[in-house]
């Protein structure tokens, strides 16, 4: 009776409900910018890892600012010159494309630690802003059990079907987590645990946290695309994150040891769907998904890695250390402190 008291009080404590503030105007309080996406009407939601909090600030950057390629050299000097602040002292955190406009929005920390936040408006044609934040309507979500204070408690942002989906680690012995966030923002409850089977590892793992991810639907079924250290590649079904659960993601590729994933966008070409990944160590892997609803579990140690699905390395893209898709044809990357369009590979 006593174990299943405590059960229950876990249970209770994972799936606890924030009530959201709802929309607001004025300064929002970023502790932290670790990570971004974007929603419906240029709504751009800012993962704040420490402040344990999702915010969604309305830009008002909705109208369509041209189409032609954006290449920005040395982004790096030019944000620091517009804060005030040196170049070393500057790191980038995240770039997403606004699809409502095209323009493109860089999260960034100054100095050490959580540092002070900002992020930076890069126009279409060009320009370097900062972006305003006083007086702007926004709201937050605050999130229940997650791992206050630690970098690595947001480590990825997506959007999908009215759901802001979070992955990063909570307070929990279950630390891999996924937040699936109702937007617009009402009642705000606990994370999923996510283990999933390292292959490389030869184990099964509750508290490596999925490092870049995206959603991606498999026939009618979204899913969450899910990249991890030393990398396996996961896909979970959206339909089975649930507060309080505890969910066994499907391993279906091993890429590779001493690597991190960075980033990862889904994209179509010539009628065939792929993911692009970009990694500290394996380059830019273009994986196709045909087959990703068919694709054998990793269940044990592959006798050889990479193993699972296949992909091929685009060679002529190389140390990207960002990217995201900036219409249906081009990519926009982030290398060697310059940002540059691509064409989809």
């Known amino acids: 009776m006593r174990t299943k008291l405590l059960a229950a009080a876990l249970l209770a404590a994972a799936v606890t409900a924030t009530a959201a503030d709802g929309p607001q105007k004025g ?71 606004n699809p409502a406009s095209g323009n493109v929005y860089v999260a960034v920390k100054r100095g050490t630690g959580a540092g002070q936040p900002a992020i930076i408006r890069v126009g279409r044609d060009g320009s370097v802003e900062p972006l305003g934040m006083k007086d702007v309507t926004f709201d937050k979500a605050v999130l229940p059990g997650q791992d206050k204070g630690k970098a690595q408690s947001f480590t990825s942002l997506g959007y999908a079907d009215g759901k802001v989906f979070v992955a990063g680690l909570s307070s929990e012995d279950f630390a891999s987590t996924l937040w699936a966030v109702p937007y617009p923002f009402k009642e705000v409850k606990g994370g999923t645990g996510i283990e999933i089977f390292h292959g490389a590892h030869g184990k099964l793992e509750t508290k490596s946290p999925i490092r870049t991810f995206t959603p991606y639907k498999i026939g009618t079924q979204e899913n969450i695309m899910a990249s991890y250290t030393c990398t396996p590649l996961v896909r979970i079904p959206v339909s089975d994150l649930k507060p309080g659960a505890k969910v066994k993601g499907t391993t279906i590729a091993e890429l590779g040891n001493g690597n991190q994933p960075l980033d990862m966008i889904p994209y179509t070409k010539d009628g065939k769907d ?14 196709p998904t045909a087959g990703f609803d068919k694709a054998e579990a990793i269940t044990a140690r592959p006798g050889k890695i990479p193993s699972g699905v296949p992909y091929e390395t685009v060679a002529s893209l190389q140390n990207v250390t960002q990217l995201d898709k900036l219409d249906d044809t081009r990519a926009v990357i982030l290398v060697g402190g310059d940002l540059k369009t691509i064409a989809l590979p």
């Open 27 to 97: 300064t929002p309080d970023l502790k932290s910018a670790t990570a971004l996406a974007f929603g419906p009407n240029g709504v751009l939601f800012v993962g704040d890892s420490a402040a344990t909090t999702v915010f969604a600030v309305e830009t008002g950057d909705t109208k369509p600012a041209g189409t032609k390629d954006l290449n920005v050299e040395k982004l790096g000097s030019q944000i620091a010159a517009k804060l005030g602040a040196t170049e070393q002292d500057i790191s980038v955190t995240d770039v997403k494309v």
């Open 274 to 287: 792929y993911l692009l990944v970009t990694n500290t160590k394996r380059g830019v892997m273009k994986i």
